[in-house]
């Protein structure tokens, strides 16, 4: 089937079995334009947390369609691919995480949502890149903090809020393939472009940023900005999104370590999903995300806290 076909089946079971399709700012064009929702983690967890769709389809990777199941424990909450994951999730394993807790025992723990269900269940608040400051600064300058997964987007909060916390060593790779040197030199190719980059970069990239923000949060700079060049730091496939939100803009990916051939400033796990696995998982209703009860009501306790905050 050619892509508008498919689209257009996707479309026409979507609305005979009531369902939403919610998508990532990462997934590639063809699933962005047929999609009910495009966000980033936090618009997403909104939507997933009031829609009366009675089945998600969720086009991101594992632990946001885990986060829309957290919120919506009563409706059918389906993936494309369940094996689309994520790096920084995998990078934090809950064992070894309740180990390394133990270490820390009068530390409230904040958590990247990027992190598997279990990880919610052992924090006291999520957070997204979005809205980490705010989160961090309802917690008492006194009480200690833990972070995880994320080392850069922890070293970034800790710059910023000037709190003392200690790290999680996980990172996401996509935004650790970001080159140092290319980016100086694409810069003095272009030195009337403005860099924009996601905290989830590494510490010398922010440093050359002129504004460090999520990816919503991006979108909005470059709206907003007077300037019609930008160099953006994060996942290849928000440049869908921003080119038609700010068509006369020029916008430049921020160049890999490695040649574009490996596509490194693309995410992996999320173009695993391709628009026949969404049509055979809505046709099919499956795979559908479980969660155990006893999961879900932990992990609501954290989410819930960072979207009253
Ligand atoms: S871009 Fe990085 S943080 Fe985002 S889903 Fe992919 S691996 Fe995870």
Known sequence: MNVSTLQQKITALKQTKKAILLAHYYQVPEIQEIADFVG????????A??????IIVFAG???MAETAKILNPSKKVIVPDVNAGCSLSD???????????????????????????????????VCTSSNAIKVISTIPEEQKIVFAPDRNLGNFLIKETGRDMVLWEGSCVVHEAFSLEKLIRLHQKNPDAVIVAHPESEAHILRTAHYIGSTSGMINYIKS?????????TEHGI???MQQEVPDKILIPAPSKEDNTCACSECAFMKMNTLEKI???????????????????????????????
């Open 40 to 47: 980033d983690s936090l618009e997403l967890s909104r939507k």
């Open 49 to 54: 947390a009031s829609t009366e769709a009675e």
């Open 61 to 63: 990777v594992y632990f």
């Open 91 to 125: 990078g934090c394993p809950p064992d070894k995480f309740e180990e390394f807790l133990k270490n820390y025992p009068n530390h409230v723990v904040v958590t990247y949502i990027n992190c598997s269900a279990e990880i919610k269940t052992l924090s006291d608040y």
């Open 225 to 233: 900005s007077p300037k019609t060049k930008f160099i953006i730091a």
């Open 239 to 241: 440049l869908y999104k």
């Open 279 to 309: 049509y055979t998982c809505l046709l099919d209703e499956s795979p559908e995300v479980f969660l155990e009860q006893e999961i879900i009501t932990k992990a609501q306790h954290p989410i819930q806290r960072m979207l009253q905050i």
